[in-house]
DNA sequence: AAATTGTTTGGATAGATACCAAATATAAGA
DNA sequence: TCTTATATTTGGTATCTATCCAAACAATTT
């Protein structure tokens, strides 16, 4: 088993550090990590707050618990999430982080459609389709360009996340 | 071997049809119906026009020619192409109805990128990895709330398939 | 302690995408 | 035409994501 990979978050809040034994990496979080189905977990996990029970999450994503505890268990594997066997799961310092910017994203992404018509139902339901592919920096333009809004249609949105200030 | 299924456009080009046997089912196009990889694929057909060689799309859209085969397997199987073994492939009129779908949609949602400050090429990019999941009713909306321009920053756009006009 | 409920494991499947090696077809050169 | 070169397809395999079911296991309740 090679050493573990943790990943976790630096000062300034676009760049993510991991460890892989004792060697430091420094990156940069592209937003484009995460397959839309994790990005549903983290962001189930994030409003939840706490220890999550994994057929709370199962129930919620209406999937069988076997497949949430496999998800789980990948989600954990790359830091975002502690597993407690049988316990539940909760969200590390890095995966609340990162929670953190992908439901401002969906929130970004979902006020901007509703620009065009849409109504916020629409808009959130399409947003939740296609956010995973776009990326952080797409996100932050976007969100500065609409002036750092602070209230979405899916919800409060935060500039933590937010390249441009 | 099941009967094949073979859409077609009606009158309306917001409808397609299906022969299953000689049974016909009518059908909204949801723009949701093809996957990333075979959007990329009908785009370039319809940009190439005529007869396309298969090694044409492998070393266009980077893969080996033997995946290309595969998936113009896939979209002759589902009517969008015609494959002529050893010779190329050809949109069918349904494929090609729906690639100038796909197309305007990706210089829609480009166009619609760079209101929010993001270059041609980085909207286009973007655009490109969402696409897929953005349905054709959010399309039709987006463009009707534009004014249906007719010229984006990776084409023009024409409006044949929008709903509202 | 036994029964119920919740969770995990193992196995299997499906779709998307990909590559490689081998077989086959077409085209070009001699 | 025969041979060689090039293009294409087939068959096999792999990975990643996502899913379910049945069985094993843990925790909780009675």
Known sequence: ??????????MESQTLYTSYGNVIFMQEIT?????????????????????VRTTDISSQLGVDPSTSTKTLGDLAESGYVDHIPYRGVRLTDVGARYAEFLINRHNILSLMLTHYGLSSEDACEEASRFESFVSRSAVDRICSSMGHPTVGVCGKIGHVSCDIS
Chains 1, 2 share one sequence.
């Open 1 to 10: 088993m090679p050493p573990q990979i943790t990943p976790f978050f630096g």
């Open 31 to 51: 937003g484009l990590e995460l397959s839309p189905k994790k990005v549903e977990y983290l962001k189930f996990l994030f409003k939840k707050g706490e220890l």
